[in-house]
């Protein structure tokens, strides 16, 4: 899973709505792996608005990944030098093995061979 | 026809052997590529731009590679662990969730500029297990994947319904949950290239006033009205002229691949589209 994806996810246990607690989701124990890619500043671009910045910001510090602005940053298109973090950060970062907590209602979502598990137990749907 | 969704819950079905045995298969194969083709066509989306695209039940990856082919980035979900495993060795740029599509989505609001799914959703309709109540699941995943659509995106699903009533039981419980569209039948007077694509809407995108049209369907002359103010559409495979080949038919996917093949200069899916991509893992 790269991270661009994480960034979108939150848990889907029925009754967890807290969208304070539900998202993002914490990335545990994990195992990364850089796999190229082609760039496509557009797709950044384009994509950049549906980004929850804080989120990604905390995400990547917490697996190392310190080279992302606090702040959001303004007119992307423009600043090649973020474009290149962006892309290696949301586009070529991969989550292989580890796990996904839920800080609402504590639900582990492991990650096995870059695929996470999402099916949940009876009384979560 | 025997329905496999009789036979066993789909994370059974689709174990190890029917999972290798279903991805082996050329023809297998070559009709998901030109239904995944179809239903990519169905979505309209803007030409010459990569967007962000869901594949429902995306098995091995036969949907994934065509969406992968156009240039699109996508996130495949499934709840067969086979399947996903050889969609995994593929080394597709995509990725997967071991997830099923009953339980709800978990995407953030407007993640996704389309979604598709080809040959799954009579799936959903199956009470395969006890605790499955397939109106409640039909009616989780339609709400959540609703939300995970940008307004004005479309959710276009290929599938093969058993009867009447569950097509009735699918488009009422999508509209409920706030889709709206209908069937397109291609070829429906032909036994054998029938095939029904659910189109849904999710809303209409911000400052776009009119409302959505149905796509046209392949191979046809007639049209009528559905239901629920649902519209299907149909075409005659028969008449002349409007005998369309799919946008990628096998032979045109072969032939790119071949000329990719020789050209040297782009990744070929199948045998591994990023042979040499660079892989470095970090701890
Ligand atoms: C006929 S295969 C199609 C796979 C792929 N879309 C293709 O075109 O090759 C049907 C797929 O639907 C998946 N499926 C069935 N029910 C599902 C569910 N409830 N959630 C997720 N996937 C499901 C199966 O595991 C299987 O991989
Ligand atoms: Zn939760």
Redesign the pocket.
Known sequence: MRLITHNMLKCHVRGCDDSSKNFPLEIQDAQLEQIEAEKNDAFLVRMFPRLEWNALVSTAKNLSINNLPEKIPENIEEDQALLEILHTVLLETNVKEGRMVCRGCGHIYAIKNSVPNMLLAEHEI | MSR??HLA???I??NEDE?KK??TSTR??TI??E??ARALELLALPENESMYIL??????????EIIEEEGHYWVG????DS??DLAVEKDLEADLFL?????GLGFRPGTFDGAI????LQ??CNADKKINRPLY?LQR?FSTLYSALRRGARAVF?FYPENDDQVQMILSTAMKCGFTGGLVIDFPNSKKAKKQYLCLFAGSAPGSARSQKLPAAQGIDGEFSAPNSLRTTTRNPKKKGQNRTPVKSKDWILQKKELNRSRGDKPVPHDSRYTGRKRKTKF
């Open positions: 496999p969704e819950p789909p994370e079905f689709y999972a279903y991805t297998i194969a998901q590529a239904m995944s594949d429902i039940g995306c098995g091995s990856g036969l949907s994934g979900l499934d709840i067969s399947m996903l997830q099923d599509i009953g339980h799914s080809v040959s799954v799936w959903l699941r995943f290929q």
